[in-house]
């Protein structure tokens, strides 16, 4: 028997990693990644895997993936899979104790003779919230895609949840949605941050040379920030849209299908990055005066990230943001994902001011340690391990 508190991810059950797909940079991608610190023994299983366009650090890990990962078009565009990922998602076996499962919408129909653990950053969006998730601006094809292929899919996702054996929200507003789709009881487990105020931080040469453009030599709060995927649900071109007519600068980070249009629509205050290392990031929170967030968000991170750093937010009143964003302490909200809305926040913002200690004393409790302890203690229960 292992003394009390003794698990350390690695003397203990069997654990494996499941994650729907590594083909992007983004928030869940973050979290497998601190799932994997905890435990670092662990496989990851993912349908498809992208090394150039996720974060570097999974070329460490043991990535073990579907066979749709041979075709370079989906590994490219996952989404154009949509049809055929239920039966790979069916297809893949995991071999463990117990796989902690990081999904919103195929890696917790991942089948295994152990039990299933799933952290859950949202039931399928385009199940449950096709609207959203597809934006206003989306064709009429995609629309009768997915219209046509949601009830046998919603079949096969409900199945999938009812095959695990443990469900763990990502926040409020997704256990509510787990309930909802469900009727599965959840617990909330925020994800951690791993950004560390000790973190190297490199500055970009593209940004400062923006910067000197128009006369600005020092950077430090020179710019507001965004970081988001480039997707119709994160309302990215409504913080752009927002930046235009007024003085101050926005750097917006991230890629994603609305990435053209985007940057058709920008003024000249916004400048537009893609593919930073960590060093870059890090520089890029530190350096910024707030970060600027409309996304109808499951899980409120970048908040935190900022916050890690002492800079405040500017976010809408939605979603995680109300489970990470504390107000008028950490930051402000605005009510609605509109130009007009978020330019008037930015104009409260401007006549505040924040303690970037309290700031900091907020995300103290978002750390990777205590993520770990809690992925320790469901693991252990889960296996009957002894505790």
């Not at 239920?86 to 796989?99: E, L, S, T, Y």
């Not at 009429?140 to 469900?167: E, I």
């Not at 750097?251 to 893609?274: F, H, Q």
């Not at 990031?281 to 530190?286: A, E, G, P, Q, T």
Request: some cysteine.
């Amino acid at each position: 028997m292992r003394p009390v508190g003794s698990y350390n991810g690695v003397d203990g059950p069997r654990v494996a990693i499941a994650h729907d797909y590594l083909t992007q940079r983004g928030g869940a991608e973050k979290v497998v990644l601190s799932m994997s610190r905890a435990f670092p023994d662990a496989p990851i299983y993912t349908l498809l895997y992208d090394p150039a366009n996720t974060y570097p650090e999974f070329a460490e890990r043991d990535i073990r993936v579907s066979r749709l990962n041979s075709l370079g078009v989906f590994r490219k565009n996952h989404r154009a899979a949509l049809p055929i990922l239920p039966f790979a998602a069916n297809a893949m076996h995991v071999d463990a104790d117990v796989v902690l499962t990081s999904s919103s919408g195929w890696a917790h129909g991942f089948t295994t003779t152990g039990r299933k653990l799933v952290h859950c950053h949202s039931p399928a969006r385009w199940l449950y919230l096709p609207d959203m998730y597809l934006g206003e601006d989306s064709g009429r094809l995609k629309r009768a895609v997915l219209a046509a292929t949601s009830g046998r899919m919603r079949s096969w996702d409900r199945r999938a949840a009812s095959s695990c054996d443990r469900y763990l929200a990502v926040s409020t507003v997704v256990q509510r949605r787990i309930a909802d789709a469900y009727g599965i009881s959840a617990d909330v487990l925020f994800p951690p941050v791993a950004m560390s105020r000790d973190a190297t931080t490199e500055p970009i040469p593209e940004l400062l040379r923006w910067l000197s453009a128009d006369g600005e030599s020092d950077p430090d709060e020179a710019f507001y920030l965004c970081v988001s995927r480039l997707l119709p649900y994160k309302n990215v071109d409504a913080v752009v849209g927002a930046f235009a007519g007024r003085p101050q600068r926005l750097v917006v980070v991230g890629r994603g299908p609305d990435a053209e249009r985007i940057a058709a629509g920008k003024t000249s205050n916004v400048l537009m990055l893609s593919d930073l290392t960590n060093g870059q990031m890090s520089w890029l929170y530190k350096h910024c005066r707030a970060l600027v967030a409309a996304s109808h968000e499951d899980y409120g991170l970048t908040p935190i990230e900022a916050g890690v750093w002492g800079k405040p937010s500017v976010v809408l009143r939605w979603g995680g943001f109300l489970d990470t964003v504390h107000e008028d302490i950490t930051g402000i909200y605005f009510d609605e994902p509109e130009a007009a809305a978020i330019a008037e926040a930015l104009d409260r913002f401007e006549t505040s001011s924040f303690d970037p200690d309290k700031v900091r004393r907020h995300v103290d409790q978002f750390t990777e340690e205590q993520y770990a302890e809690a992925l320790y203690a469901a693991v252990d229960d889960l296996a009957g391990w002894p505790t």
